[in-house]
């Protein structure tokens, strides 16, 4: 059985995709690495092993390697992209020195890794509309940047050194099993809680903005499905395009008005997040994923919709 260890993994996505990780590989196959910061608590936290485990620090991550005979890297450690721009040091240094540190282990212990890129890694330049895999990039964000950096950071390392790196540039992602955190893409997730807890939504980005989406289980699944994919097949390694539905703020609006018909939404735009919406493209063209690993969403809008409402009213509405 493949031994898994996930950095980051009481983040947004890391705590997620761990538990799913556990549920194929097993628990005690499958550790949580966190920082003191950030501990894991409850199921994940007793499902399977924890351990301290720094993308800054390459020692601590190799003695991990070594201590759980590990195969395969799930590598999460990012800020949020509205946090990174008020820190780009620290961004830098936990996206691009974290991230080589990771490769250098793997490396030197053979390992699989999976760091993922983004919507985030494309600019102003780009294409807008069913961005084409391979493109102008140009971000204009520090963590556009990180991303960029960590596409070819990755590919350099499979090039050279032969370590089998893959990642997927995630749309902005929507769970209701982790609260939002306040990143641009963030308000997809917020404004189904407000509609639970019958509350007007206050909307931080501008009518009329489109941007890729998705529902956090086919975000978890795409992870999974790619680092089990045939290798033989996979030509664009570490930045493929997935996509699922792409919209603005006033089409998640109708979705939710068809379950919650007078639910209410004013807007009230924040220039960071919206600057940062505004060099994102619309939405992306997933040809080349559906081609070389056979991905494909289970959830469109409408299918999302009902089942947050769903989730998010079993968990708030107690």
């Known amino acids: 059985m493949k031994n898994i260890l996930v950095i980051g993994a009481t983040g947004q996505i890391g705590s997620e995709l761990t538990m799913k990780l556990r549920g194929i590989y097993g628990n005690d196959h499958v550790v949580c690495g966190y920082i003191p910061s950030a501990q894991p608590q409850g199921e994940l936290l007793e499902s399977g092993p924890s351990e301290i485990c720094d993308v800054t620090n390459g020692e601590q991550i190799a003695e991990v390697v070594k201590k759980h005979n590990i195969d395969a890297i799930y590598n999460l450690a990012a800020l949020l992209s ?17 991230l080589w540190n990771v490769l250098e282990v793997a490396r030197e212990h053979n390992c699989s890794v999976f760091t993922p890129s983004s919507i985030g890694s494309f600019g ?3 294409p807008p509309n069913h961005v084409p895999q391979d493109t102008i990039q140009r971000p204009r964000t520090i963590y556009g940047v990180s991303k960029v950096t960590t596409e070819l950071l990755s590919d350099y390392y499979f ?3 032969g370590v089998d790196t893959r990642a997927v540039r995630f749309p902005g992602l929507i769970s209701y099993v982790t609260p939002p955190g306040g990143g641009t893409t963030d308000y997809a997730c917020d404004i189904y809680y407000s509609a639970v807890r019958g ?3 206050v909307c931080p980005i501008s009518k009329g903005t489109y941007m890729d989406m998705m529902y956090m289980p086919d975000a978890l699944r795409a992870a999974v499905e790619l680092m089990e994919a045939d290798p033989a097949r996979l030509i664009h390694r570490n930045a493929f395009n997935i996509a699922a539905m792409s919209f603005d703020p006033e089409g998640v609006l109708a979705a939710i008005r068809k379950y ?5 939404m004013e807007y009230k735009v924040e220039p960071l997040k919206q600057a940062n919406a505004d060099s994102w493209p619309n939405s ?13 969403p289970q959830y469109d809008l409408d299918a999302m919709t009902v089942d947050m409402l769903a989730k998010l009213r ?5």
């Open 314 to 318: 079993e968990k708030l509405l107690k």
């Open 260 to 264: 919650v018909p007078n639910f209410e």
């Open 199 to 201: 509350e007007k939504f």
């Open 82 to 98: 509205v946090v990174a721009e008020g820190r780009p040091q620290l961004a830098w240094k936990i996206g691009i020195d974290g």
């Open 124 to 126: 102003p330049e780009t």
């Open 284 to 296: 992306l063209d997933d040809i080349c994923a559906r081609q070389e690993w056979d991905w494909a």
């Open 159 to 161: 090039r050279k050194y």
